[in-house]
């Protein structure tokens, strides 16, 4: 059932496993912008007009025979209570915007595993979004064309010939494409050649940004790659432009962590050794203070100084730390000072259990 | 045999259970500055007086039937390295400047256990030390006195009718005699009260100092509590009021602890686990940062957050992490960076042998 989205942590992109170069890339993500034909963009709807957009994309989907569309739940932000739109904010399954909202045409349509998720009325009538762990950007791009192409069966799209789709941000006019992708750069950070990074990414037309989105800080060494352009270019360009960056990211962050290793061996060892430290024995733990040092618990499993933790499970964590996960698991409301108590209980536990699994396998 | 004591970590004041008072007061010390009559006080000695002291006090020394002056060893400093040296400064049995001095006849007559320590012309001719666990100053009085009336037969010593016992220093004249207690304060440093324990402490003619005597910052929240005259006052008159001042401060120390224990429960856990969380998991350590949470894990142990760790283990760390003990150690000498990652290793070892010993005790 796509309810349990709502009431546990897991979303598929946590399965690290599952991707290509998950000791850097987290995950990979592909959204299509796209808006129904002769309606209003979304800011501009009233709720009569609003209440039609979101049937006729119902109708769309539950008439549709694909596959990949069969196991998805239209939850209708009326029906969710502020603190479960926060949890979808939290698996990335939704924007921050589009939480603020409480309206009955205001939804999201989501398959159980949270693989793809598609907002409706944020700020375009339609965002097909599909996530994957991992580097996966053609497998994120099919899995959203696929689904793009099953809706447009039943749907008329505000599309021109020249500009292509249109958008509610002209930004995202074009193919309405954009591409994602989460790392995890502590090496670049360390050695400081992180400043270089962003300046060279944004000559190559792309966005470097932080963990949750458009404004928000980086923390914990986690960056969101993008393409910043959607018009020109097919999907498949910026596709393959982003996977091609990705991949020399991905390629110079390995030899920073190598050279790292080598010639910085015990300083490194005591950075990672005191995160876990602090982690595992922590009584009162904030937010930010959590992602940054599972960062470095994070480059300590992925350099092989940390044995027996699961990338998983650090996925996993980076969610369950969240204020509405941790609201969501003591099944009340909770002041900061209250959260920050529960999660360190939460990631002491979870990494605890980690060690004792790796052990028992050790045997 | 006493030459032990250049090779291993320990000395008997580390013995906690065997002191009153001692998750608050380390050791209590009481020490006698005596001179021979009609010599020069040692920083106007030359070599020929200078051997004449030391072998008139080895005579006396050898010649007293004395059950506690048995077991003793001298050695005199033209007979050990820099390093050892070092090493019995850290154990707190001589004085930094008394280990700046390597002639035959600068020395030390000291017991197997480091319980009673002799300095041989530092700056006076004669400095009799006595040092116990806990709070223990009549014992440790006793322990001084005994000695002093044993050598006193064969010695004869430079006394005043009117002024005491003469000593090089004036501030010393009199009783010659110096009681202090090293005690570990966290309740008072976290609550902000030690700057008025400072100034109260000064009116009572009490001195407070670091952990390494005379002009040494206090570090790991570890006070020296001393008298400042020596005086007009019998030796029984001292002892008394400090231990009436030391009692006082346990008892306030004691209240201050269990007020934080009260009042703020978690941020005193999280602080006592994120010492040990970091002690048993850094790879490089300064000594500094070590002593100081080192002092949060003593906290811990002593009310009770932390079990299974031993209140020995955690005085023989003070000296087992000092540079000279780590040198020794390891066979040679090291650098700062190696020292740093030696101690880490050090207290990782002895905290995790502690955890285990502890829960094997529970089973």
């Given amino acids: 059932m796509s309810e349990d989205i709502l009431n546990n942590n897991y979303v598929y992109w946590m399965e690290a496993k599952e991707g290509s170069n998950s000791d850097i890339v987290i995950s990979s993500r592909v959204r299509l912008a796209r808006n129904l034909n002769n309606l ?25 025979p694909r596959e990949n569309l069969k196991d998805m739940t239209l939850f209708t932000f009326n029906q969710l209570t502020n603190l479960d739109r926060q949890i979808l904010v939290e698996k990335h399954l939704i924007s921050p915007n589009h939480a603020a909202s409480n309206t009955a045409y205001n939804g999201l349509l989501v398959n159980e595993q949270g693989s793809l998720a598609i907002m409706i009325n944020e700020e375009d009538h339609l965002r097909i979004q599909c996530f994957l762990p991992g580097l996966q950007l053609s497998e994120a791009l099919n899995c959203a064309q696929t689904v793009d192409d099953a809706l447009e069966e039943n749907l008329r799209l505000a599309f021109d010939e020249n500009m292509g789709f249109l958008t509610s941000c002209p930004t ?29 990414v944004s000559q190559l037309g792309m966005t470097v940004r932080g963990l949750y989105g458009e404004g928000t800080e980086a923390i914990g060494n986690m960056f969101q790659l993008s393409n910043q352009v959607t018009l020109g270019q097919t999907e498949e360009d910026i596709r393959s432009k982003l996977d091609s960056i990705a991949g020399q990211i991905v390629q110079q962050e390995r030899m920073l962590r190598e050279k790292l290793s080598n010639e910085m061996r015990y300083q490194l060892e005591d950075r990672i050794g005191r995160a876990y430290g602090i982690l595992t024995n922590a009584r009162v733990i904030t ?29 996993e964590l980076l969610v369950a730390i969240r204020p509405a996960h941790l609201q969501k698991k003591a099944g009340r409301e909770m002041e900061s000072f209250e959260r920050d108590v529960k999660r360190a209980e939460v990631i002491k536990e979870k990494l605890l259990r980690e060690k004792r699994q790796g052990e028992d396998q050790d045997v």
Same sequence: chains 1, 2.
């Fill in 172 to 200: 995202n006019t074009g193919t309405g494409m954009r591409a994602s992708v989460m790392i995890h750069l502590p090496a670049f950070v360390i050695t400081g050649q992180i400043n270089y990074l962003y300046q060279n």
């Fill in 287 to 315: 937010s930010n203070e959590a992602i940054t040092l599972l960062s470095d618990v994070r480059l300590g499993v992925d350099i092989g100084i940390l044995k027996g933790i699961n990338a998983f499970a650090l996925n």
């Fill in 40 to 64: 209003p963009f979304p800011h501009l709807l009233n709720e009569e007009k609003g209440l039609h957009t979101i049937n006729t994309i119902k109708n769309a989907w539950e008439k549709s």
